[in-house]
């Protein structure tokens, strides 16, 4: 049991299992399939309400809930063949992605997603094999070395299949679809991702990791691709007409459409049900929203401090803001939080955020950073604030490109420092007993019975002599006497318990977690995947911009505006007038792309655009705006249905992808609509386009079914639906820019947490790209020459306004006078 200076008392919550995730499947000697028991990299969140079809030649087995013990299993992690020389290259050695270039020393006759692969199997007439997952997957790098490895596998799939690898963060428009096939077959999905599809991409049976060779009654990969051969042989037919069925059937059951003239749901009662199912699955003693493993899901966090600022004096209001700042100190005091190193590893494997899955995600980084600074506005607690510079001292250093961009992620697996030809998950973050001993010799003074640096670091971050990992949280026995830092005690007991000063203890700890940064320096570092996506680098821009404002942190604006640039130079085809998903990280460390690159999807818009409205607000540098308006209206050209209303998550003509999907979850990133829906309610007081408030009421009214029913899984969208009924406030600062007078009233703004605001600087020396917009700004000005503030809703505007304190009561709870616009 931890003994934490920060406990909250609350009634028990019961769990609720809102999100089915499964293993794969194999295919049986009779044609059923078999559940793989859970080895695969979680898809963190499913549809619960997709349809469930069943083959007539293939029975596929029902989903189950595997243990967290299979969370733990190890990888090795590796990008490829670990010989310095190679037997066999292929082409995706002519790749630029850091997943496909693992595999390009395969045995395997590997294609990229593309026409070359399309053609061979139309002109061969050969079953498609389509092999899915990313660089730093473990089970990807799993199937890798006991499957694609293989030689003997290797000939079987590359005479009998065309073989194409995909790289999911690449092209996250095809993994949604066969995701969603495999999902309503199997029941579950994850990655790797097996699936068979036919020449002209119709996939008829799929599933996630299979092992190379049979294991009991479990048959292996080679067995499966027997048996397929065999079925594509003789029973052709009966396989393409099944999986045409069920693809019929899943262009039906995934619609998401309004009809004309429906309006939104009713936000309060939204809102309250989202709460409800929110507080039903809620984890009271360690927060989060689950028993193990546990995921951080910034989205719902967000949601949750939304919900208290429009229920403030409610106890469900208090009660959803508990929830929310109880979930991120946990957090922050667990093992998922590196302590060292800074950032946060992906998701806990137990229920206490004590052992972590320590692979490290750039969206993860970007979301908690946001979560973390407005927990700070709420709560007024400067530990926030801290948590959210530490992890944007993280990415500045370890995931930073020198011209701008942000790397996609580090992997869980490095070589341990021992050494030896195998990567280990946490080899490079866990540390023994007698490694912190040796660097920690120093007595402290005062200290009771002659404590050492180590014993006040090892008592406080819970180290033991024989390792903190409990056996059943290390299945595989790799982190045996090995320790994740975990912080067991409030800095105020450890020195208590010591007998030292408060300060004193702050300062050993930080010289110490310094001492173990130095030693991390000198191991063998996880795999870096260093590819740029434009969808978390939107969702980079917003955190930096976000904490670089509330905090008035230059250096954080700075990198904010260096990452918009970025975005611009490398990621925006401006005589194609397209976002282009990535680019990469080349030999000699310039950026390049490939050819053709890949255009931008739905997510990459909608993440740049709020990223550019957030590097508006705390910039107030009207270029940012006047290109977020820009690109809004290509997406809409690009992805808007104009019959059935919302926006496909990619290009609706591109022929190779067989469903036009509609994202309506909100998982570990939020769903391009729910961010949409927030963009366009954002543009509209910026510009005056009303019919982009209109837009988002429609795409809103597209997912009423979804959100009355289980608003627990649209929590962003929640928000967006909340701002569309309580009005967003604009804030106008009439004044000029870095004035003293000025900067006080932005600070005013800055420091508190206003969800449903956009905020605007008038300054006399800027253009006049607002005010050609919003006629109404020109009435607008200084009073008796120094800054002033307007607050202006629903068509009326307070009186002016020139201290900031006043600002802020005005903020809070609007009690001013208010005059017609």
Not at 45 to 62: A, E, G, I, M, V
Not at 261 to 281: N, T, V, Y
């Amino acid at each position: 049991m931890l003994r934490l200076a920060w406990r909250r008392s609350a009634s028990k919550y019961s769990r609720v299992e809102y999100i089915r995730i499964s293993s794969a499947a194999f295919l049986r000697a009779d044609g059923t399939l078999q559940s793989s028991g859970g080895n695969i990299c979680r898809l963190r969140t499913q549809n619960p309400h997709l349809p469930r079809y069943k083959s007539p030649l293939l029975d596929f087995q029902p989903a189950y809930y595997p243990s967290s013990s299979v969370f733990m299993s190890m990888a090795s992690g590796g990008e490829g063949s670990s010989s310095s020389s190679h037997r066999h290259t292929n082409r995706l050695a002519k790749e630029r992605s850091p997943y496909l270039l693992q595999h390009a020393h395969n045995p395997v006759d590997w294609y990229p997603w593309g026409e070359d692969a399309f053609n061979k199997a139309k002109h061969e007439d050969k079953p498609i094999f389509l092999s899915v997952g990313y660089s730093t997957c473990h089970w990807c790098h799993v199937m890798e070395r006991e499957s694609f490895e293989d030689e003997e596998i290797g000939k079987i799939l590359s005479e009998n299949f065309v073989c194409i690898k995909l790289d999911r963060e690449e092209r996250p428009d095809v993994d949604k679809v066969y995701m969603t096939f495999v999902q309503a077959t199997s029941g579950g999905g994850g990655w790797p991702m097996s699936v068979w599809l036919t020449p002209d991409l119709r996939p008829f049976i799929g599933g996630t990791y299979f092992p190379p060779r049979d294991h009991g009654r479990r048959p292996g990969l080679k067995t499966v691709l027997t048996r397929i051969i065999n079925q594509w042989q003789n029973n052709r037919s009966a396989l393409e007409s099944s999986g045409e069925r069920i693809l019929e059937a899943l262009k039906k059951g995934t619609a998401v459409d309004a009809n004309p003239g429906e309006s939104p749901p009713l936000a309060p009662d939204i809102a309250k049900r989202c709460f409800q199912q929110l507080a039903h699955s809620f984890e009271e003693e360690y927060g989060g929203f689950r028993d193990a493993p546990k995921f951080p899901t910034p989205v719902n966090l967000m949601f949750l401090m939304t919900y208290w600022s429009v229920n403030r004096s409610s106890s469900e209001g208090i009660e959803a803001l508990q929830m929310a700042l109880h979930t991120l100190r946990m957090m922050a005091l667990g093992g998922i939080h590196d302590h060292v190193s800074q950032g946060f590893h992906r998701y806990s494997t137990d229920t206490s955020w004590h052992v972590p899955h320590f692979e490290k995600m750039l969206y993860d980084q970007a979301q908690l950073a946001v979560a973390y600074i407005n927990a700070s506005q709420v709560s007024g607690e400067q530990v926030f604030a801290d948590v959210a510079q530490d992890i944007l001292l993280y990415v500045s250093r370890d995931l930073s490109d020198k011209c701008g961009g942000f790397y996609s992620a580090e992997d869980a697996d490095s070589v341990p420092p021992s050494g030896g030809p195998e990567k280990r998950e946490g080899a490079f973050c866990v540390w023994t007993a007698s490694e912190v001993r040796e660097l920690l010799q120093d007595v402290v003074e005062g200290a009771t019975g002659s404590a050492t640096q180590a014993d006040i670091f090892m008592h406080h971050y819970g180290v033991k002599e024989q390792g903190n990992v409990a056996p059943e949280q290390d299945p595989h026995g790799e982190l045996q006497g090995q320790n994740v830092l975990i912080v067991r005690y409030s800095v105020e007991l450890t020195a208590a318990h010591f007998g030292i000063r408060i300060e004193k203890v702050q300062e050993l700890l930080a010289s110490a977690r310094a001492k173990l940064a130095v030693v991390r320096t000198s191991r063998l570092r996880p795999h870096l995947d260093t590819k740029m996506l434009a969808s978390w680098n939107g969702l980079m821009l917003s955190a930096y911009a976000r904490v670089g404002a509330v905090l008035g942190d230059k250096a954080l604006l700075e990198r904010a505006i260096e990452a918009g640039n970025f975005l611009k130079e490398h990621l925006w085809d401006a005589e194609r007038q397209t976002i282009l998903r990535s680019c990469y990280r080349g030999d000699q460390m310039e950026v390049q792309q490939i050819f053709p690159p890949i255009s931008g999807f739905l997510d990459d818009y909608a993440f740049i655009i709020c990223g550019l409205l957030d590097l508006y607000e705390a910039t107030l540098q009207t270029e940012w705006l006047q290109w977020a308006e820009e690109l809004q209206l290509r997406q809409d050209v690009l992805f808007w249905d104009d019959h059935g209303v919302g926006y496909f998550c990619s290009d609706p003509t591109d022929s190779t992808v067989l469903l036009q999907l509609k994202e309506d979850q909100d998982g570990a990133e939020p769903s391009g609509n729910s961010v949409s829906a927030f963009n366009l309610l954002r543009l509209s007081h910026y510009t005056g386009r009303q019919e982009w408030l209109q837009r988002s009421q429609q795409l809103l009214a597209a997912f009423s079914d979804r959100l009355t029913r289980v608003p627990i899984a649209l929590p962003e969208m929640v928000r967006a639906l909340m701002a569309q009924h309580y009005t967003l406030k604009q804030i106008v600062i009439c004044g000029q820019r870095d004035a003293p007078d000025t900067t006080g009233l932005l600070e005013a703004v800055n420091s508190l947490f206003l969800p449903h605001k956009v905020l605007i600087l008038l300054d006399t020396d800027a253009d006049n790209f607002l005010s050609q917009r919003l006629p109404a700004l020109a009435s607008m000005t200084q009073q008796g020459g120094v800054a002033t503030a307007y607050v202006c809703q629903d068509s009326t505007c307070s009186l002016p306004v020139t201290d900031p304190q006043e600002l802020r009561r005005l903020l809070l709870d609007g009690t001013t006078e208010i005059q017609a616009e």
